[in-house]
């Protein structure tokens, strides 16, 4: 049984590389990061620094989250990508978002459990694709720990 820790490894891994081969379909120069804790990046699409987050949508605030470590990084990246995967709300499909640099408007959140959270409305963003490629998404229900 895989950790917690290791789910989530794998879910950002395999956002990232649907985001590489979405790109690469429409004729993109993709580079991903060697670099497992590259701070800048975790990729370059046609020479811009692209950032991945692949994550469930937090429904009741229908925003995307990242934590304060990962803030900085969100803004500064030219490209900013969050993949929704599959919930109870949404359970065959995938989608991409892509946030344009004026519109990374993150909310400071503290849960109920304490914790501080950024979230990023999800109306925010631009949906770039659905995908309901049933492989896809029983491989991200797989590395979900909800």
Same mark, same amino acid.
């Given at each position: ?7 989530k490894y794998k879910t950002g891994d ?56 990962? +803030?900085? *990084? ?5 490209? %900013?990508?969050? &993949?929704?995967? @599959?919930?109870?709300? =949404? ?20 849960t109920k459990d304490g914790r501080i959270?950024? +979230?990023? *409305? ?5 949906? %770039?694709?659905? &995908?309901?490629? @049933?492989?896809?998404? =029983? ?8």
């Amino acid at each position: 049984m895989l950790s917690i820790q290791e789910l989530k490894y794998k879910t950002g891994d395999l956002g990232e590389r649907i985001i590489a081969r979405f790109f690469r379909e429409k004729g993109c120069i993709v580079e991903e990061s060697l670099n497992l804790f590259d701070r800048k990046k975790d990729m370059i699409i046609d020479t811009k620094n692209c950032e991945v987050k692949t994550q469930q949508l937090w429904h009741m605030e229908n925003a995307f989250t990242v934590k304060y470590n990962q +803030l900085q *990084k969100c803004h500064e990246v030219d490209r %900013l990508f969050f &993949i929704e995967t @599959p919930s109870k709300y =949404n359970k065959n499909t995938v989608i991409i978002y892509e946030f344009d640099k004026d519109n990374r408007n993150f909310l400071k959140k503290t849960t109920k459990d304490g914790r501080i959270m950024y +979230l990023l *409305k999800r109306n925010l963003g631009k949906k %770039l694709t659905e &995908i309901n490629d @049933p492989i896809i998404v =029983n491989q991200f229900n797989e590395y979900s720990s909800s």
